[in-house]
């Protein structure tokens, strides 16, 4: 974790502040809380090899993704779940610990440069953009990945207020739900609705925003 906070600063930030959501959305459904708040801490130790090319650790304004093709930028990204898993290892990290590097995406789309190469390439293969997986297999894997991505996607909410944010995260996991990616999971329809709430709540309560009543 000390290593994680000097190497890659913002993805430390950032798995704090997945890992108190996480905890809080387990809490609320009856899950393992303290099991998916160190998964959430541990989840991102792969962007340590190239802090760089992670958002949240560009602070200079040079973005390296600028030199490369959108291929090799979606390859680099995808990466930091299998650097994730090797530095886990590496450091006798509990195989329960691991699932959670290696689910935090499933098989979702790095969706930023897939759209990016199919502007320059209509013939573009897809799976070249994809996380290899698995999908979550616990609820707890599931929330982790719930989390990550409102989390990550909540620092692009320009001017948010609670509607706003209700919205964001009904889209986001609603997505999710869409692409299967809770089918392994063992979590009901309405234990995410349940955390759709908190996240919700504990977003409203991040930005300091009063709810909106109707008039």
Do not use: W
Not at 3 to 31: D, Q, R
Not at 171 to 183: E, P
């Amino acid at each position: 974790m000390k290593e994680l906070s000097n190497k890659a600063p913002g993805t430390f930030h950032h798995s704090l502040n997945v890992a108190n959501l996480a905890e809080a959305a387990a809490n609320e459904i009856g899950a393992n809380a303290m099991l998916v708040r160190v998964g959430a801490l541990y989840h991102d130790i792969g962007k340590m090899k190239n802090p760089t090319y992670f958002t949240e650790n560009q602070s200079t304004g040079i973005n390296p993704h600028d030199e490369l093709s959108p291929t090799e930028s979606a390859q680099i990204i995808i990466n930091h779940v299998i650097d994730g898993i090797e530095i886990a290892r590496k450091n006798n990290l509990p195989d329960r610990v691991i699932d959670f590097i290696r689910t935090h995406h499933g098989t979702s789309l790095v969706y930023y440069f897939y759209m990016k190469e199919k502007e320059v390439n209509e013939l573009i293969a897809i799976e070249d953009f994809m996380y290899p997986g698995p999908k979550p297999f616990s609820k707890e894997t599931a929330i982790l990945m719930m989390c990550d991505s409102v989390e990550a996607a909540s620092k692009s909410l320009k001017e948010p207020t609670s509607t706003k944010i209700d919205d964001f995260v009904e889209s986001i996991l609603n997505k999710q739900m869409n692409d299967d990616q809770f089918l392994n999971a063992n979590i009901t329809f309405k234990e995410i609705q349940s955390i759709k709430k908190i996240l919700k709540q504990k977003l409203t309560n991040i930005y300091h925003l009063r709810i909106e009543y109707p008039e």
